[in-house]
């Protein structure tokens, strides 16, 4: 079946800049994470969501950072004002019950 | 605060050698040790898991060495093949919580 996909696989936005990253899980998964991974780097957790509600928003880094999943299933990962050190890969995952975490190609974000 | 240490940060090995990479990790309430790969470009790819009731897991080339008592645990990749090229990251989850902690990463170059 299809794994997880994220939209856009790269984005280039201005410094200042509202984007949005998309996330479509695998079929059925209730649990859905988001990482951020910056060059050289492992991923770092954002938030976590198990269906609707975010059960863990600790590694958002500020209150630019914004995600929402309305439906359990596809999630949206917001960033307002957009700064030069937000660049880096953003990874959406998710999970069944079994918990393994099964990963997207990411989105590359660029802020120029 | 570093939860996971890994090292090497980069390995080159010779076709059909051993290649080792090592975690440590400071969380005791860890009970969840994984490994990905992860390819240029691609998100990272569930490669093994152990959990602390066992020592040892093996799955065809690959295997986990865990020592609970050190803290550490281990992927040894036998007969190593240059298709194995890429960047591996070990991680860790505990309990109730089910982010995942990476370490950084190691690169590994396998020479054919």
């Known amino acids: 079946g299809a794994g997880v996909s994220q939209t856009p696989s790269n984005k280039v936005t201005e410094k200042g800049k509202y984007v949005e990253l998309r996330c479509d899980p695998i079929?059925?998964?209730?649990?859905l994470y988001w990482y951020r991974q910056s060059l050289g780097q492992g991923p770092e957790f954002l938030i976590y969501?198990?269906?609707?509600?975010?059960?863990?928003d600790s590694g958002l880094p500020n209150d630019r950072f914004f995600a929402v999943r309305p439906e359990g299933s596809v999630s949206t990962l917001k960033i307002q004002r957009t700064e030069r050190g937000d660049s880096a890969v953003y990874l959406c995952?998710?999970?069944?019950?079994?918990?393994?975490?099964?990963f997207g190609p990411g989105t590359r974000l660029t802020v120029l | 605060q570093q939860q996971v240490k890994q090292s090497p940060q980069s390995l080159i090995v010779q076709k059909g050698g051993i290649s080792i990479i090592n975690c440590a990790y400071e969380n005791t309430a860890f009970d969840y040790f994984p490994w990905y790969q992860q390819f240029p470009g691609k998100g990272p790819a569930l490669l093994i898991a152990i959990r602390p009731d066992v020592s040892e897991k093996k799955e065809g080339r690959f295997t986990i060495s865990f020592n609970k008592s050190a803290k550490q645990f281990s992927l040894h990749i036998m007969d190593s093949q240059p298709g194995d090229s890429a960047t591996y990251f070990c991680a860790a989850r505990g309990g109730s919580n089910y982010k995942l902690t990476f370490g950084k990463g190691t690169l590994l170059t396998v020479n054919p």
């Open positions: 969501f198990q269906g609707t509600g975010a059960a863990d």
């Open positions: 079929s059925g998964h209730t649990a």
């Open positions: 995952a998710s999970s069944s019950q079994y918990n393994e975490q099964f």
